[in-house]
């Protein structure tokens, strides 16, 4: 099964456009208010509202001007994505996925799993001790492999043993 990276694809959908086909791509958001959706699996936190075309579809329209766009900037290399069922949400870092949550263990469902994506992402950019913890409760071999192929890691308390 090849391997989609939703949010590099994302990039490159979004980039060419403020506004997308609401009807192909429901799948991809989260409702989060009356007609406010945010991208699923989004680096950034962008918010999209749904509004009636001219041609009698529906769009998905960003909520930020092109010129915004260029000062965003990325917080750290940590990715957190969930499957298209939400049924499973998946933590990695540049790329290298390290663990999965699966709903069913930590009780998120469909309706919620972005609020669990978003707390996790957000502890994982600014909670030096939970990254620690993170670290600290994967498979030691695992650990190992991931201190040894990133370094940068090591300043959460890891040791490359």
């Not at 009356?34 to 579809?57: A, C, H, M, R, T």
């Not at 766009?69 to 949400?89: C, F, P, Q, T």
């Not at 390290?98 to 502890?123: C, N, T």
């Amino acid at each position: 099964m090849e391997h989609i990276n939703l949010a590099e694809l994302s990039q490159k959908l979004f980039k060419k456009s403020n506004k997308i086909l609401y009807k192909n791509n429901e799948h991809l958001f989260t409702k989060i208010a009356f007609d406010v959706y945010q991208f699923n699996d989004s680096p950034v936190e962008s918010l999209w509202i749904l509004e009636d075309g001219d041609d009698g579809e529906q769009y998905l329209v960003a909520q930020y001007e092109d010129d915004d766009a260029e000062g965003i900037e990325v917080k750290s290399s940590w990715l957190v994505l969930s499957d298209r069922e939400s049924k499973n949400v998946s933590v990695s870092y540049k790329d290298c996925p390290i663990q999965r949550f699966a709903s069913s263990k930590y009780g998120f469902g469909k309706d919620d799993v972005h609020v669990f994506k978003s707390m996790l992402l957000e502890k994982l950019h600014s909670d030096n001790s939970f990254v620690e913890s993170f670290l600290n409760n994967q498979p030691k071999d695992k650990k190992a492999d991931l201190l040894k192929k990133f370094p940068e890691l090591l300043i959460y308390g890891g040791k490359n043993e």
